[in-house]
């Protein structure tokens, strides 16, 4: 996907002028974030488990070779695949290798986010395939031809309204008097139009939440079941993912499962938790003839060990974009690019360099939010300072910014020059402003005063009050 | 003293002041101090941000306590000054040390100094806004509600969403305006919707900010630290308003 997040701040200008957009995160905003206060309060053990999935993962991350080559050696013992890409392309490649060689028409997909980060459906339909999404969302986003705005739901910035009239656009063999206005009528469309493709589907593509080391095994979970007729039906299954989803065994998988759904919907669990181990075994009725796993790095193992290697943690639940006020502001395509919210403005800048996606970790109050339900507790504020110093550093924030920061730190470095020169400051702004109690405008503060007003400050300033009471023993009245 | 009480509102300093004397506390403003460097922090600044940090180091060095009206700042001293000197083990020490040292001012009078009541003229029906900072690095919560709550004229409102920022976030309010607008005009519509008179933070940052939105916005809704009315210090005027709104003006 081509990135803009660059621009990003004319992308926040439509964002916040897109009634459709505005009317659709409203859902963001109450729905998801009750449902995990309460699955978390149903649970005593939660923010026990929150630790544990940490330490699990740290665990992996630190020992990550290991525990990637136990999962290949198992995958290929049960015949299956794995083909490591160190770079986007290297992966894409791969996959339509596959598919010629299966000499695929048809192919189905799961959602996966790293197949959206690989930009992949372009890419296969550029070597002439048909390529269908099966997750509701995610079809809804490839009829109107848009990225996802939300890694969990990448449908979420699209109204009701607005997939009926998609549906109507793109179903056209359907009577045209047909109901369409309540939910369960435009899953009851899909789900008819999809189920003839998944027997058309020569290829399926997944995602993985997991990998498994112990077993060779990868883990989906899904809530419409999608995902498992994808990956059984067609002759060949393919698998893309990343190296850091690796865990070292079923019970560990488990544990970070438990506080999954909860982070994500409040679920206790997903409503399907699939489970691929190689492909179609003798005695099984079904399942695929080959087993592909293309494993991703993509500026991965280049976190490790560094500043950002506790990003490598995350598991892709979303509750931080769930709970982040600048997502709902202004929604996910105004980042840029694949990731949003908290989680993207530390990822991006790594996986599409920090020229591009500077103003990503900028735009952020560091409310903390995020970090307070993150399951795998990132400390994402942190590490979009990181961003900013490494910004600062070279450079690249902008020059008023820094202007400004040095006068600042001139005069704070300074008391008695500091309280000479405030203290000039602030009465003559009280003398100004004191009968308004607040300034309409103010030079130089446009970005504060466009939006409200500024208060007047007082007067005399708390040095200079609190130094003539210490000289004559009591406080000025 | 926070940079923005000393500049913009030194009633809440002096609100704070009285409120830890009454409880029984000596209290010293060092005027070594100027601000907690917190703003080049967030910029990514570090050479600024460290220099000030040394010096608040030494400004505050030998005193029991170091307590600030303000989540935000107590929260820059209290847990990123520690991480700042990583490869100097023994400033760290000092950071480590001033660290658990400093409080923000209301969770510090009931934490530490037990109060568990205060006294005000104030009446009439309150709101709270939750500062991040405060909120989430400081545990501040409970402990303001609780003095409020002392208080027999005071009604609190609670707002829905009280934990949600308000927008402000020190520079971010001016370097992403349009998102920070969104954010407060989401706030203020909160506000206003409890029907409450005055809307009380521990921040002045979030208080000017969210003053400055009700005022533009035409609200009658009137802003103070939450200090000054634990304190009863209400005769400056409200956050934005002119000196008739209290009767009378400082100075
Ligand atoms: S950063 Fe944490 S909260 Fe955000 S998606 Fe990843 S695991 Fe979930």
């Not at chain 1, 926040?12 to 309060?41: M, S, W, Y």
Request: proline share 5%; charged share 25%.
């Amino acid at each position: 996907m081509e990135s803009t997040a660059h621009a990003f701040k004319d992308n926040v200008t439509t964002a916040l002028h897109d009634a459709n957009l505005q009317q659709a995160l409203g859902k963001v905003r109450q729905g998801f974030i009750v449902k995990r206060r309460e699955a978390a309060d149903r649970l005593p053990e939660f923010e026990a488990l929150r630790d544990q999935a940490r330490d699990i993962k740290n665990h992996t991350l630190a020992h990550l070779d290991f525990y990637l080559e136990a999962y290949e050696k198992k995958v290929t013992e049960q015949g299956g695949q794995v083909h490591w890409a160190a770079t986007a392309e290297e992966a894409r490649d791969k996959i339509v290798d596959i598919c010629r060689a299966a000499d695929a028409k048809v192919v189905t997909k799961g959602k996966s986010m790293i197949a959206e980060e690989i930009a992949l459906n372009a890419h296969l339909e550029e070597a002439g395939l048909d390529v269908v999404e099966t997750d509701l969302g995610e079809y809804i986003i490839q009829l109107r031809h848009e990225p996802p705005s939300h890694i969990i739901a990448p449908a979420v910035h699209v109204t009701k309204k607005q997939v009926e009239a998609d549906f109507r656009q793109y179903h056209a063999d359907l009577p045209p008097e047909r109901h369409l206005d309540e939910p369960w009528e435009l899953v009851n469309e899909a789900r008819q139009v999809l189920r003839q493709r998944y027997f058309q589907a020569d290829v399926g593509i997944t995602g993985a939440n997991f990998l498994v080391a112990e077993t060779g095994s990868s883990i989906i979970v899904t809530n419409e079941g999608n995902g498992d007729l994808t990956q059984i039906l067609p002759k060949v299954h393919i698998v893309i993912t990343s190296i850091e989803k690796v865990v070292p065994n079923l019970d560990d998988a488990m544990a970070i499962l438990r506080v999954l759904a909860r982070s994500a919907t409040g679920q206790e669990f997903s409503t399907y938790t699939t489970l691929s181990t190689g492909p179609k075994r003798a005695e099984d009725l079904d399942g695929p003839e080959a087993y592909h796993v293309i494993l991703l790095d993509n500026g991965r193992s280049g976190m490790l060990g560094g500043d950002f290697a506790d990003m490598l943690r995350c598991i892709r639940c979303g509750a931080c974009i769930n709970h982040c006020p600048v997502y709902h502001a202004v929604g996910g395509h105004a980042y840029g690019w694949v990731y949003p919210g908290p989680m993207g403005s530390v990822l991006t800048p790594n996986l599409i360099g920090v020229e591009e996606a500077g103003h990503l970790p900028n735009a952020s109050t560091f409310c903390g939010r995020c970090e307070s339900v993150c399951p795998m507790r990132i400390p994402l504020p942190k590490m979009m300072r990181h961003w900013r110093e490494r910004e600062f550093e070279r450079h690249l924030s902008p020059k008023a910014v820094r202007w400004g920061l040095s006068l600042w730190a001139f005069f704070a470095r300074r008391p008695r020059l500091y309280g000479w020169a405030t203290g000039m400051a602030m009465s003559l702004m009280a003398a100004v402003g004191r009968k308004n109690g607040f300034f309409e405008r103010l030079p130089l503060a446009g970005g504060w005063t466009d939006h409200r007003a500024f208060p007047t400050p007082q007067g005399r300033t708390f040095r200079a009050q609190w130094a003539a009471r210490q000289r004559q023993g009591e406080e000025p009245s | 003293m926070t940079c923005l009480v000393d500049l913009m509102r030194p009633s809440v300093g002096f609100a704070a002041v009285e409120l830890l004397e009454r409880a029984g506390c000596d209290v010293e403003v060092p005027l070594s101090q100027t601000c907690c460097g917190q703003p080049a922090y967030n910029s990514g600044d570090r050479a600024h941000a460290e220099a000030i940090a040394r010096q608040v180091i030494e400004a505050f060095a030998g005193f029991d306590y170091v307590v600030a009206p303000s989540g935000s700042c107590a929260a820059t001293i209290k847990h990123h000054y520690p991480q700042m000197f990583a490869d100097d083990p023994d400033l760290t020490a000092k950071a480590e040390d001033l660290a658990a040292r400093t409080f923000e001012l209301v969770s510090f009078l009931t934490d530490v100094c037990g109060v568990t009541a205060v006294s005000s003229d104030y009446r009439g029906s309150v709101t709270y806004h939750d500062s991040c900072s405060g909120l989430r690095e400081m545990g501040v919560q409970n402990q303001p509600r609780q003095l409020l709550a002392s208080l027999d004229g005071v009604d609190l409102v609670e707002m829905e969403e009280s934990d949600v920022c308000c927008g402000f976030g020190g520079t971010f309010c001016v370097k992403y305006p349009q998102i920070s607008n969104k954010m407060v005009s989401e706030k203020a519509k909160r506000i206003e919707s409890t029907g409450a008179e005055l809307l009380l933070a521990g921040d002045l940052g979030c208080l000017m900010n969210m003053a400055g939105k009700l005022k533009r916005n035409g609200s009658a809704v009137q802003a103070r630290h939450v200090a000054e009315v634990l304190a009863n210090r209400l005769d400056d005027p409200a956050i934005a308003q002119p000196p008739s709104s209290a009767g009378q003006g400082e100075g």
